[in-house]
């Protein structure tokens, strides 16, 4: 199966600065990557993601970057505010048989400071 | 318009007791999931449904049983509640026939076993 494993685990930033987290991954054959972004008392919910035929995808103030050969990819969020905190998780997919699953990263705690 | 569904949000209940969470989808996925994610904010995938058919079924006791009487829903059966089945519980939802992978969580329902 996939391992992900995500660093940092808590992260702190002052509001309007950058933060960056990373992840990388064990399967060569994983394809998909994704990041969650979840708020207290709330489920998951996708920001953005990534599929392994393109290196960097942006969306306004967040991108995520895709090192096939090194099996790593990061979220980076720039003009950090402090609705941006929350737990932020990456995930990739693997196939497990006939299906497709996500492996999901421990997760980041991100605290943009006002 | 809620996409992914789900009932009851929290759940307190005794050791023992048999329990059911609800989830409904009404993007048109073909495909649904129940994730378990623990105190540790750690997201572990437990099963997962395409079109009806149980296709992951990951290292869970059998006390939990999925059930899914249509593609739009798939509701999970606790029987014997142990201390250790407390946590939040996610559907999610996704259209992988498409190849497409998003998934799509639902607020969760944090059940406490005392």
């Known amino acids: 199966g996939e391992n992900v494993e995500q660093h940092p685990s808590t992260l702190s930033v002052q509001e309007g600065d950058s933060a960056v987290i990373k992840c990388t991954y064990s399967d060569s054959a994983s394809n998909y990557f994704p990041w969650y972004k979840q708020e207290l008392g709330k489920g998951p919910q996708l920001i953005i993601d990534?599929?392994?035929?393109?290196g960097e995808k942006k969306d306004q103030r967040i991108a995520v970057t895709l090192n096939k050969t090194a099996k790593h990819f990061s979220l980076h969020i720039t003009e950090t505010q402090p609705e941006d905190s929350a737990v932020y998780f990456c995930?990739?997919?693997?196939?497990?048989?006939?299906?497709?699953?996500?492996?999901f990263g421990s997760g980041t705690q991100l605290t943009v400071l006002p | 318009d809620t996409a992914v569904s789900q009932t009851p949000k929290y759940l307190v209940t005794q050791m023992g007791n048999d329990k059911s969470i609800k989830c409904e989808q009404n993007?048109?996925?073909?495909?649904m999931y129940w994730y378990k994610q623990d105190s540790k904010k750690f997201l572990k995938i437990m099963f997962s449904?395409?079109?009806?058919?149980?296709?992951i079924n990951e290292t869970v006791p059998n006390r939990f049983s999925p059930k899914s009487p249509d593609k739009a829903h798939l509701n999970l059966h606790i029987n014997s509640l142990e201390l250790g089945d407390s946590a939040v519980y996610f559907c999610?939802?996704?259209?992988?026939?498409?190849?497409?992978?998003?998934?799509?969580f639902g607020p969760g329902t944090r059940l406490t076993v005392t």
């Open positions: 995930a990739a997919s693997f196939s497990s048989g006939s299906a497709r699953q996500l492996t």
């Open positions: 449904y395409n079109n009806k058919e149980l296709i």
């Open positions: 993007l048109g996925h073909d495909t």
């Open positions: 999610a939802s996704s259209q992988v026939w498409q190849g497409a992978y998003e998934q799509y």
């Open positions: 990534i599929r392994s035929n393109v």
